[in-house]
Structures are given as structure tokens and as C-alpha cells.
């Protein structure tokens, strides 16, 4: 079917955990003609959860993507692409980079639950990236389904534009239009008096309809304005539409199929993209761009694949121009064009070759080894720079020092890490060279779990996994004063250095400045590089414990110099010893990575979680019955990371099993004076001249 860039929709499904994204992405697949019936999750035979390790879990891990064509309104055709997302906060990285390529958010929220905090989290999120959001009530068919109290706390929880577009009636058995309709009844009352609410909220964001409509009642409101008032209040979150369905019984689901047709922003209707171009100084500057399919192309890769069969995917979205089979194509600032040859549409695991993706559109290329998450394509040069505004990935910190289990496989695994870590923005993989270990960071324990199965399934490798080192660094917490004269006489040529110098602690994150003081050339100007150069060795190795040291400032200001026996080598000693000596007197600190983590436990169980926290020199941030329906309790806190070995065991035996956690980095911060003790007198620095 030819479609144009108006007749595209890009949705993405998101929620809490379980709220019944995937098996609504199958419903409307089904309702959409593309599946002649729709899978379950249960039985594991989804579009969206196809990955075997997803099928053992039950739940999704990944994001999923399928299209359906439909012809829309006034007999015009339309495209929509849907994206699944997983609820599970330890696969956030693939569901935000997912709402980076559309224009409408779809929350789901479960009947029967209401809301929980990922409804929340999810609802936060998509608003920051502007996107148009939407709810969805899943379950009304749920026998526990109260839909008059979660259409209720969802406008507590967000706000009185959380409207109704529909409405449950017959007991959940089908829904009423409430936008175009006005007639008879329904689960919530006459559809009339919703009706009026949605209408009166809509028209509130044009003024001139405002006044029509105040005239002359709804006959005043050409459908054209109506529908323009309807984008712009998504557009500026003035209104939240509600849509009422069973994903199981799919009732419902057809007219949310419609009301996506019709209603949701297309490609130009939703706020613009935030495309980022460089500012010629270093900086950026907002990149206007209009989804124009004749012009420029630019598209951004917001995930990749890879393929068993076809090999490397990148799946991206046209935000301007119309990307054929043959236009090259330009990775990031690459000099090198590249043709797509093969263009694909996707629908969940299985790809369809398709002629073009026209702006607006969702689509994938193989076969460039260059492109990689977040990579911008585009076809001249004129849009070197030019980047899509970065999502704002949670650090990851539950790390794994990883091997693998048999010799001669080491390149294999860090090419399989590679591979993940390309498919996932929030897993990386870091190697440290200082004990040479291969260390792959996620968000949880499960998520790295997750990425072991992975490598298991899909590259049959087994490895063997441990705690990494700790990440400690070291600081100082008072200005000091250094001093080192450093001679030698090893037969004719000495080496002659000597340096004063100062330590000063800088505000946390401050990194490391090196400041140059000396007057009269006691040093001369040509070894002020070897004094930065010791100063430099000595940060790297640690100064008391043996971490790399940061968030000082070092001022050189006094030397002495010797015309013939000093030598660069000379004052890199010097400059280091210097170093070390002003260090020793200007109290050093250890600094320990803190986390902030985030725990889920069943209510009954949130005393012994916090206590568990507690033993480990967490600080509670708060803690709260996170949804008020028995179904869990969230505490939130910061905790140095060192505390966390066998937290995750623990969590699971106080639990039985049912607890989850997620953490990120939050801060460095001085260890306890005992662990500190501990560390210091740990460390053998190595013997040196
Ligand atoms: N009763 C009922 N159960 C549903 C409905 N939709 C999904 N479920 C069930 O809810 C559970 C979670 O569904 P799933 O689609 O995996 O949720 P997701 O985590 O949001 O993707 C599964 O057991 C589904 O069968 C529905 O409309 N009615
Ligand atoms: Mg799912």
C-alpha cells in the first residue's frame, strides 16, 4: 500500500511490568489484519516476546516493532508502526531509546492494578521528550476490573486533562465513543456528560474555536479545527485520551485502532524532534527540521539487531527526507557514503523488504558495519553534526568481572559483549587493564543475568563471573604544600630537578587542573610539561591506596634548576615525589562510587528489605507502598556500592524470591576513616627510584 509521511503513526506501547502491553500489541496486529490470530504470552507465542529466553520468562526483555497498514478516515491509508516495550526498570535502556523514535506514548495501565510507579515513571518520561501521550485501560474484562476508580486516580495522579474517549460498556463487554458520540449509557455514567468534559477541554487551547463553540454549541466547530485543536492540546499535554480495551477479549481494540488513525499526531503534528547541529564553537544549536519527504535525509538509528541471518541491523527513524535502496548514506560524520541496497519493515523478529522509508517512517538497513545505537544517517555532507538530542541513560552499576569458561574463547566473548552491548544502551562492557579483567556493567543483577543467557543462547559461550574491583578514587580535603628535589649521580651525567608545589581539593566532579605559578624561570618554561607529566603518573597510580586520584587542582610555583644535569626525566620524578608529599599532607580521602538503588519487596516484607539496607550503610531515600494494591512496596536509597556484594541473594531469601532491584550511578563520597585505614594499608605502591 503507497503512503505518504501524513498517513504515518509511530506508537509505542509502554507501562508497568505486566499491565498487558505485549499481548495488546498482538490484539491490534490481529485487529489490523497482520496476524490471523493473536499469540499469547502465556503460551509464549507472541510476535513481541519471540526470543526463547523471552518465552522462558514470560515477560518481554527487548522492544519489538511491527507495522500495520489500515485504511484510516475519510478512506485515506494508514501506516502505523507500534512498538512493544518492556516494563521492567532493568530494560529501560532499549524502552527509552524506543520513545525517542515516536510521537505518541501509549501508557497501559491495567484495570485491575491501576496505577503503579511504572505507570508513572513511563508517563514522567514520555513527557519529558515531548512526546503526545495517551492512556490505555487494559483488563476491563479482569473480574477484579473497577474502571470508574482507575479512570478516577488516574486523573489524581495526572491531572484533570486525563479525559475519556471512550468509555466501558455492558460491564466491560464493549466501549462507547464518547469524542464523536454523545448518545446512551455507559460502566461511567451517561456518555453525554463525558462528552461535554473532553470537548470543553479540547477547544480551551483555540481560542477562536472557543468562541464558536460558545456561540453556537458543538455545530460551531468545523471538524478540520476540531481535529487541530485535538494535536495541538495533545501537542502541549492539555489533554491525556484515555482508551478503554481487553486485550484478551478484544473488545475495544479495533476502535483504539481507529482512534490511533485518526487521532493521534502524524509525523508533522506531533512537537518536532529534538535534533541537535553543532554550532561551529564546540556547542550545538536546536536543528529546526520538518518532515519533509524531498528534503535532506536525516534519520536516527535508536536500536540495533543482530541478525543470525542477515547480520548487523540498524533500525532507525526518518525524521526528514526519504531514504531508497540506493541513497547514500552517511554514518555520523563518517566520510565514507554507504548504499542500504535492502531496506526493511519489521514485524517483531522477521523482516520485509521494502523500496523506501519515506520521513516520518520506521525502518531498517544492513549491513553497515559503522552504524551503531544512536548513529545519525543522512545523504550530504551538509549534515555532518548533526545529532538527535541525547535520551538520558541511567549509568549502569551492578557490574560482572567476566572469563570466559574455556582457553581460546576470549575473542569470541568480547566480540559476543560487543554485540549486546550494541543492542542495549544502558549494558556496557568496560575492560580494566590494570588487572586486565573484562568487566560488563548492567542495571541489575537480573538484567546481567539476562546477558549471560544471552551469550549462552545465542553465541553458546560460558563464562565464569565475579564481583569486579571496586572503583574507588582518591581526593584531598585540604591545601597543602609539596616539596622534592631530586639528584642523581650515576658516573659523568647527573640529573638534577627540583619542585614546590601545591595541592588544592576541588568541588566533587572537578576532575584535575594544573596550574603553572613559576616566576623567573626557576623552572624553565620547556619542563613545566615533565612536572605535569609526574604529577599526571602519580594521579593514575593513586597516592595512598592506590586509585586514581582526582578533583585537585595542582599549582606549581617554585623550582630549581641546574644548567647541565637537569633533564626532563629529572622533573618528572621530581614533580611526582612533589606530588606525593604535598598529598600526604593535605588529608587524603578515599571516595567510594555510591549507587542510587531502587528495591521492589512485597509489602509485608519492606521492613526486613530496609533493615537488610540499613546493615549496609545505606541511606534511606524513602519508602512507600508504591501502587496501594498489595501488589509492592518500593524503597528508594543510596548505598556505597562495596555493600552491595550478595545483596541480590539476600533480597531473594527475605522475599522468597519475589524482590527486584535496579541501581545507578549517583555519586563519589568519602569512605568511613576504617575502611579508609583498611585501604591504605592494603597498598604496596610499587618500589620506584
Ligand atoms: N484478564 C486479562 N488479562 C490480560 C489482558 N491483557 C493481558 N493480560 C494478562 O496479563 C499478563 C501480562 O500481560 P503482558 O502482555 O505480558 O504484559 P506486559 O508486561 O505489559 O507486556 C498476562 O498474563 C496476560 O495474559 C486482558 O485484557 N485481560
Ligand atoms: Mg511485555
Redesign the pocket.
Known amino acids: 500500500m503507497h503512503y505518504t509521511t501524513r498517513d504515518i503513526r509511530n506508537v509505542a506501547l509502554a507501562?508497568h511490568?505486566?499491565?498487558?502491553?505485549?499481548?495488546?500489541f498482538e490484539a491490534l496486529l490481529h485487529a489490523g489484519g497482520v496476524l490471523a490470530t493473536a499469540g499469547?504470552?502465556?503460551r509464549g507465542t507472541t510476535v513481541s516476546d519471540s526470543d526463547p529466553i523471552e518465552k522462558a520468562r514470560g515477560?518481554?526483555l527487548d522492544i519489538a516493532i511491527a507495522s500495520i497498514d489500515h485504511a484510516g478516515g475519510d478512506g485515506r491509508p494508514c501506516h502505523l508502526n507500534f512498538i512493544?516495550t518492556p516494563?521492567y526498570p532493568d530494560f529501560r535502556g532499549p524502552a527509552l531509546s524506543a520513545l525517542s523514535a515516536v510521537e505518541t506514548a501509549v501508557v497501559?495501565v491495567d484495570a485491575d492494578t491501576g496505577v503503579e510507579h511504572g505507570t508513572v515513571r513511563l508517563m514522567e518520561r514520555a513527557r519529558e521528550r515531548g512526546l503526545c501521550r495517551a492512556i490505555v485501560v487494559?483488563?476491563i474484562?479482569?473480574e477484579h476490573a473497577d474502571c470508574g476508580r482507575v479512570l478516577a486516580q488516574l486523573r489524581e495522579t495526572f491531572g484533570p486533562q486525563v479525559l475519556p474517549l471512550n468509555l466501558p460498556a455492558d460491564w466491560g463487554r464493549r466501549v462507547v465513543d464518547c469524542f464523536s458520540g454523545a448518545g446512551g449509557d455507559s460502566d461511567l455514567g451517561p456518555v453525554a456528560e463525558w462528552h461535554q468534559r473532553i470537548l470543553d477541554q479540547v477547544v480551551e487551547v483555540d481560542e477562536a474555536a472557543m468562541e464558536r463553540y460558545l456561540e453556537r454549541g458543538e455545530s460551531g466547530l468545523a471538524p478540520e479545527a476540531l481535529h487541530d485543536a485535538f494535536e495541538q492540546a495533545l501537542r502541549e499535554g492539555h489533554l491525556v485520551p484515555v482508551c478503554f480495551?481487553?486485550?484478551?477479549?478484544g473488545v475495544g481494540v479495533p476502535e483504539l485502532l481507529r482512534v490511533a488513525s485518526r487521532l493521534f499526531p502524524d509525523p508533522t503534528e506531533g512537537n518536532p524532534p529534538p535534533l541537535l547541529a553543532s554550532d561551529g564553537n564546540g556547542g550545538t544549536r536546536p536543528l529546526p527540521v520538518r518532515a519533509d519527504a524531498d528534503g535532506h535525509v536525516i534519520a536516527d538509528v535508536f536500536k540495533v539487531v543482530n541478525d543470525p541471518f542477515i547480520g548487523k541491523l540498524g533500525v532507525f527513524r526518518v525524521y526528514q527526507g526519504t531514504v531508497r535502496r540506493d541513497t547514500p548514506l552517511y554514518v555520523d560524520d563518517g566520510k565514507r557514503a554507504h548504499r542500504a541496497g535492502h531496506l526493511f519493515a519489521l514485524r517483531g523478529r522477521e523482516h520485509v523488504e521494502v523500496e523506501q522509508a519515506v520521513a516520518g517512517d520506521i525502518a531498517a538497513v544492513g549491513k553497515i558495519e559503522e552504524v551503531h545505537f544512536d548513529a545519525l544517517l543522512h545523504d550530504s555532507h551538509e549534515e555532518d553534526g548533526v545529532r538527535l538530542a541525547p535520551v538520558a541513560f541511567p549509568e549502569p552499576m551492578f557490574g560482572l568481572a567476566v572469563q570466559a569458561a574455556s582457553r581460546g574463547q576470549e575473542q569470541k566473548l568480547a566480540q559476543a559483549l560487543q554485540k549486546l552491548a550494541e543492542e542495549d544502551p544502558a549494558f556496557v562492557v568496560a575492560h580494566d587493564a590494570e588487572v586486565n579483567e573484562t568487566v560488563i556493567r548492567g542495571l541489575s543483577e537480573l538484567h546481567l543475568r539476562v546477558m549471560l543467557e544471552r551469550l549462552r543462547e545465542r553465541f553458546g559461550l560460558q563464562v565464569q563471573a565475579r564481583p569486579p574491583r571496586i572503583a574507588y578514587r582518591e581526593t584531598v580535603s585540604a591545601v597543602a604544600e609539596g616539596h622534592h628535589r631530586h639528584r642523581k649521580q650515576t658516573g659523568g651525567a647527573g640529573q638534577f630537578a627540583e619542585v614546590f608545589l601545591r595541592v588544592e581539593p576541588l568541588p566533587r566532579g572537578g576532575g584535575f587542573e594544573f596550574v603553572d605559578e613559576v616566576r623567573g624561570g626557576a623552572i624553565p618554561g620547556q619542563f613545566i610539561p615533565a612536572v605535569e607529566k609526574g604529577v599526571r603518573q602519580a594521579l593514575q597510580a593513586g597516592a595512598v591506596s592506590g586509585h586514581p586520584v582526582q578533583d585537585v587542582r595542582v599549582v606549581v610555583h617554585d623550582g630549581r634548576h641546574h644548567a647541565v644535569d637537569s633533564k626532563e626525566v629529572a622533573f618528572v620524578t621530581a614533580g611526582r615525589k612533589a606530588f606525593l608529599d604535598a598529598v600526604s599532607r593535605a588529608s587524603p580521602l578515599v571516595l567510594e562510587p555510591v549507587v542510587a538503588l531502587e528495591a521492589w519487596a512485597p509489602d509485608a516484607q519492606l521492613g526486613d528489605v530496609t533493615g537488610a539496607l540499613a546493615a549496609r550503610r545505606a541511606r534511606i531515600a524513602g519508602t512507600g507502598g508504591a501502587d496501594g494494591h498489595g501488589t509492592g512496596a518500593v524503597v528508594r536509597a543510596e548505598v556505597p556500592q562495596a555493600e552491595l556484594e550478595g545483596f541480590a541473594a539476600e533480597l531473594k531469601s527475605l522475599t522468597a524470591g519475589k524482590g527486584r532491584y535496579v541501581l545507578e550511578f549517583s555519586h563519589y563520597e568519602p569512605v568511613p576513616p576504617h575502611v579508609q585505614q583498611k585501604l591504605v594499608a592494603g597498598w604496596k605502591p610499587k618500589a620506584e627510584d
Open positions: 507501562g511490568p505486566g499491565a498487558g502491553k505485549t499481548t495488546l499469547s504470552v502465556e515477560h518481554s512493544d516494563g497501559v487494559n483488563k474484562d479482569h480495551v481487553s486485550a484478551r477479549s
